[in-house]
């Protein structure tokens, strides 16, 4: 008798969690993304007590649900209604002025993180629309990623959509050149057939990387 595997899908609460790390990752650059990624593929958790990156301490065990009175399912909604606006996003622009309100595509899980992580920072405001776009950028990622084996035509849209923005993500020091450079010769494996043409533009999109001066010593 053959064996089969069944894969459940998970619950309300953990698909939360998963959210939550999407947004830390926005919060502090796409490196925690890159660790969260491998660490799920991997099939691991993240290390307990590891640090958010808007936080000067270890994470501590807190309730966001329970203080924005929202049930698991509530917020579970939300957060699918959430992604299904970043679908609707591929194409759009990045965001350049103040935010004043939430965007559809923000669930107000991910808003109360942005918000609090963006009081950090000198400029509020700027930092809350530099934020916000760097999720948008981590939903097009994960929704990529997903796509894998599915419907090429959108996979091929928001391949499109994220090798826009990469630069974007680097010059504001959410994503290293070489982690960039990678991600730029994935989406083009999906957006260029032929390997010279594929070749000479992963050499045109890496001119495009400008990392930010590194602060004085």
Do not use: C, Y
């Amino acid at each position: 008798m053959s064996q089969s595997t069944v894969r459940l899908n998970p619950s309300p609460t953990k698909k939360i969690v998963v959210a939550l790390l999407i947004a830390a990752a926005a919060a502090g650059g796409a490196a925690v993304w890159w660790s969260s990624a491998r660490h799920a593929e991997e099939g691991k958790a993240p290390a307990d007590g590891a640090s958010f990156p808007w936080s000067g301490e270890a994470a501590k065990p807190a309730n966001p649900l329970a203080d924005m009175k929202l049930t698991p399912e509530e917020a579970d909604r939300q957060q699918r209604a959430a992604a299904e606006a970043a679908r609707r996003q591929v194409g759009a622009a990045e965001l350049t002025g103040p935010v004043k309100e939430r965007p559809e595509f923000v669930s107000q899980l991910e808003w109360a993180v942005l918000q609090q992580a963006s009081q950090r920072a000198p400029d509020p405001s700027k930092e809350l629309t530099r934020l916000i776009n760097n999720l948008r950028f981590m939903k097009h990622l994960d929704e990529w990623r997903a796509l894998a084996g599915g419907d090429a035509k959108q996979r091929q849209a928001v391949a499109a959509q994220l090798l826009a923005t990469v630069p974007a993500r680097v010059a504001a020091g959410e994503m290293s050149k070489a982690d960039a450079q990678q991600l730029q010769a994935q989406l083009l494996a999906d957006l260029v057939a032929d390997p010279n043409e594929r070749a000479r533009r992963a050499e045109e999109e890496g001119r495009l990387l400008v990392e930010p001066p590194k602060p004085a010593a």
